[in-house]
């Protein structure tokens, strides 16, 4: 089993910044890389940003790409998504999961996920 606690997230007005932050324990070593997802009121869950732990590549869905940035550190099991130049559409829960096989964009890949913490820009 891996858990994963989430922090961070708020309110701010469009164009601010907030910092996601997502802590993993238990057994981190099965697990491949970690990602972010969102899910707005009445929208499918929708992949964010992943970071693979061997090489720390990192993937991006193209609605936050050039404004968000995943980071990682595979030693602590911590992984932090910083969201800059927000904008309302960007309003959403973000989940953290953890990676434990398959394409890092689908939802079935991710073995692992946390609470889920609100993100909301408000115009």
């Known amino acids: 089993q891996v858990q994963l606690v989430e922090s961070g997230g708020g309110l701010v007005q469009a164009g601010g910044s907030l910092r996601l932050s997502c802590a993993a324990s238990g057994r981190t070593f099965s697990t491949y890389g970690m990602g972010w997802f969102r899910q707005a009121p009445g929208k499918e869950r929708e992949f964010v940003a992943f970071?693979?732990?061997?090489?720390?590549?990192?993937y991006y869905a193209d609605s936050v790409k050039g404004r968000f940035t995943i980071s990682g550190d595979n030693a602590k099991n911590t992984v932090v998504l910083q969201m800059n130049s927000l904008k309302p559409e960007d309003t959403a829960v973000y989940y953290c999961?953890?990676?434990?096989?398959?394409?890092?964009?689908?939802?079935?890949?991710?073995?692992?996920w946390g609470q889920g913490t609100q993100v909301t820009a408000s115009s």
């Open positions: 999961a953890a990676h434990t096989g398959g394409s890092y964009y689908a939802r079935g890949s991710y073995g692992y």
């Open positions: 970071i693979r732990w061997s090489g720390s590549k990192t």
